[in-house]
């Protein structure tokens, strides 16, 4: 790194702009641990300017900035910021060296410290109430002097709340969210400065039981976690603690007589209570509030984005049969809008399906098993209502509106409100399609956490399915934070020894699961487990900051360290109970899934391997030097052993194939081999794909890294059962559980398991399958990250004859990367935007005829920051 120009020198060409903490705009972050982004913008981007150092200055919110010393460092992603008191606001700034000298100082940002449980005054309350029947509405007056400066409300629940501060809703939807309460329940800050006003002035919260004591889990439990709900609010200005929960509060019932995750909310909106949110309020009748027994310990603030609502779309009416069949055109979660015509006493239902039976029309609702997904509201006048619910969300892409007329509706989607931060389009519609796909099922399956479906009796974070899709999921979304707060959850619920659960929080109990007549346990299962390690590495890669691995080291470590006790005294694990295995394989007994064709012991003791060279790399960025020689070499060994053991029947096997070449268990002078036989089996079955969960995000891989690019894009786009594009052209708006959920004749798949309570397994919103739009990016594109955060991107675009035409971005940590590409037989011509602060490496698909003209000169290896055009004659088409 060159020496630090002096403090007195100008690049006055260079600014810092997107200055920002690792948590976005949130308000109320943890006070330890903060870090900085921020981006650069010259106007002369050349690859010869670049940042050398960095100077950070800061002071109470407000006050004067005071200057830090300079640093010689070239990072701007995740750069160490120190720490926060609790409820501190402090602001900062950043300038930059090049090599021509200091930028400008950026825009301040204020940074707003949240408060943990042993800050806050207020304690959880509530009354008493049934499981899942009327939601305990929670209220207290108060009066302000005057209008503050600032006001905060601190927000949060045993179970879920809403909040309204004189009569405007002022929480997000589901807060604070499920984690794993038994050690970590979020705390949200509000800024309510502009709903408070001098005088008097009212807070009302509702409550119901969410995932902390409602029905949650296909085992139908309920308490999972404590056997009362409550809240806890506290409300701060300027001047100190307004009003924070406690015994003063008064509670009663009011309109919503029940709301269930599963089962949908109950309205009756003849109970609403008349002049709630003013003050004066008669609440005679209610009762004194009393204190949740609560370890206040686990109470911290919020670091991911809440659940907001993310899209409305207008569903289209039409009438059936003494109902109004709606049709939002997209498979969603989330409820219906709706606004009726009726009157007094009539009760409405709202009957939710992410397909229809092909045979009758109806709301198809078997794959719901025990989940009712119905909202039903009682009407308390004549005339139009606006109706939605509470504290539920349903899978859905039709509904069925009964007992009165509909005026207008709508589809509402909520998901954890992660930015989009990539684009794709090209010129294959129905892989634009599927894309557009795989990025809703994320949208529906990333509400408060990474889940299976968003419909049926389960809705967990599976943590098999999290591992396959993190790499496209981090592509097509800022979900760092996101991430962050799962792999917290996923080790807090990490055993003694290690192990790690199948689905996190971990709700898994004795008795809970049985598959193939024995029961399980849900505990250290290969390719779920692993996600241990795998998530991890796939979100440094993304976003650049070694954040995560510094955070989840130790769960690392500890995963890998529970399959060296596995191994005993040998080298791989012997023949093991249970594996999920290749979950999934389209070969597979449709009601036994885990019976895949490759060995589940082959594919545990590779992840065994994969894993260990995943810690060894942690351990080279975060950790321990020594430790990752030894993991290393410990993942050298187990491959070696795993192939011994399994490896010649595997390779027989797309998965079995995928998984030799790409987690590096098969000999070197075999990679060869292995890969030609792959790629006859791929052009012999016409790209048909038999790969399951932990097979298909590796297989499209394994063939373009062995150069059978025809082979990759014939398997990519196929268009019959089982392949991406069939979901498509059956009408699939998200992306299915089963390759043949709606099998070729029409008719939808039965779902039925051999489980001993006999369930049935039918999803149209799971994004596993989806974990191939990151393989579409890297290479259909050609955006990769050859360096974590794409400091250093391969631009690799690989065009094919049937797909001559792409547009792609991403907003890295660093800016704006994109391509813009179309292709002929003639000529292949792209314009590439390259972030200030990256650089790019160029891969272009050239032939021995091609020549290769960059910006209007000669062919070159390396661009620089700023926008290139690149032109390729007689280039290198695939040819599916």
Sequence with gaps: MPALPDLSTVDSSTRVTGLRSQYGDLLGVPAHGLRLDWRLVATDAGASV???????????????????????????????????????????????????????????????????????????????????????????EFALDGAPV??????????????????????????????????RVLVDTIDVTDVVRPGANVIVLAVGDGWYRGRFGFANRTEIYGDRSGALAQLETEDGIVVATDETWRGGFGAVRGASL???????????????????????????????????????????PPVRVVAELPMEATARSGATRLDGGQNITGWVRATVRGKAGDTVTVRHAEILDPKSGDLFTAALRTAKAIDRYVLDRDGEHVLEPVFTFHGFRYADVEGADVVSASAIAVSSDLPVRSSFRSSHEALNRFHSNVLWSQRDNFVSLPTDCPQRDERLGWTGDAQAFAPTASTLMDAETFWISWLRDLEIDQTDDGGVASVVPNIIGPGDMHMGGREETGMGL?????????????????????????????????????????????????????????????????????????????????????????????????????HALEMDELADRVAAGTWEAWGEEAVTTQTGAAIALEFRIAPEARRDEIAASLAVDVRRTGGRISTGFLGTPLVLFALSHAGYLDEAYRMLLRRDAPSWLYQVDRGATTVWERWDAILPDG?????????????????????????????VYRTVAGLEPAEPGYRTVRIAPRPAVGLDRADASIQTRLGTLSISWTATAEAFDAEVEIPFGSRGLLDLPIT??????????????ELGAGRHRIRVTKPS???P
């Excluded at 602001?91 to 930028?103: K, N």
């Excluded at 204020?110 to 509405?137: F, H, K």
């Excluded at 939807?173 to 794993?180: E, K, V």
């Design 877 to 879: 088409l695939a040819r």
């Design 150 to 183: 600032r006001a905060r409300l601190r927000l949060s629940a045993l179970g879920l709340v809403d909040a309204w501060v004189n009569g405007v809703k002022v929480s997000s939807i589901l807060t604070p969210g499920w984690t794993s309460y038994q050690r």
């Design 747 to 775: 008719s939808i798949h039965s779902g039925a398991m051999d489980t001993k309570e006999g369930d049935s397994m039918l999803s149209f919103n799971h994004y596993a399958y989806g974990a191939m739009i990151d393989w």
């Design 50 to 140: 670049r940042q050398v150092g960095y100077q950070l200055a800061d002071a109470p919110a407000g006050a004067s900035l005071r200057e830090c010393e300079p640093v010689a460092d070239g990072s701007s992603i995740g750069v160490q910021a120190g720490d926060l008191a609790p409820g501190e606001r402090r602001d900062v700034a950043v300038r930059v060296a090049t090599e021509a000298g200091w930028t400008p100082w950026s825009d301040t940002l204020t940074l707003e410290a949240g408060l943990a449980g042993a800050d806050l005054t207020a304690r959880v309350i509530g009354i008493p109430s049934p499981i899942e029947g009327p939601v305990q509405l929670l209220r207290r």
């Design 526 to 626: 290969a390719g779920w487990a692993d996600a241990a390690t795998i998530v991890p590495l796939a979100v440094y890669d993304a976003y650049g900051s070694d954040e995560v691995l510094v955070r989840q080291l130790s769960s690392m470590r500890r995963w890998v360290q529970t399959l060296r006790r596995r191994a005993g005294e040998g080298v791989v694990m012997p023949t093991l109970p249970f594996q999920y295995g290749d979950w999934l394989d389209p070969d597979a007994p449709g009601d036994r899934p885990w019976q895949a064709k490759v060995s589940s012991d082959y594919v545990a003791n590779a992840f065994y391997a994969q894993s260990a060279r995943l810690l060894a790399r942690a351990e080279r960025i975060v950790g321990d030097p020594e």
């Design 848 to 861: 021995d005829e091609s020549t290769v003209e960059v910006d209007g000169g000669g062919a070159a290896h």
């Design 262 to 304: 599963y089962d949908g909310t109950t309205v009756d909106l003849r109970e609403t209570p008349e002049g709630l949110h003013s003050p004066g309020f008669d609440d005679s009748t209610w009762i004194a509030a009393s204190v949740v027994p609560a370890d206040l310990t686990v109470f911290e603030p919020r670091v991911a």
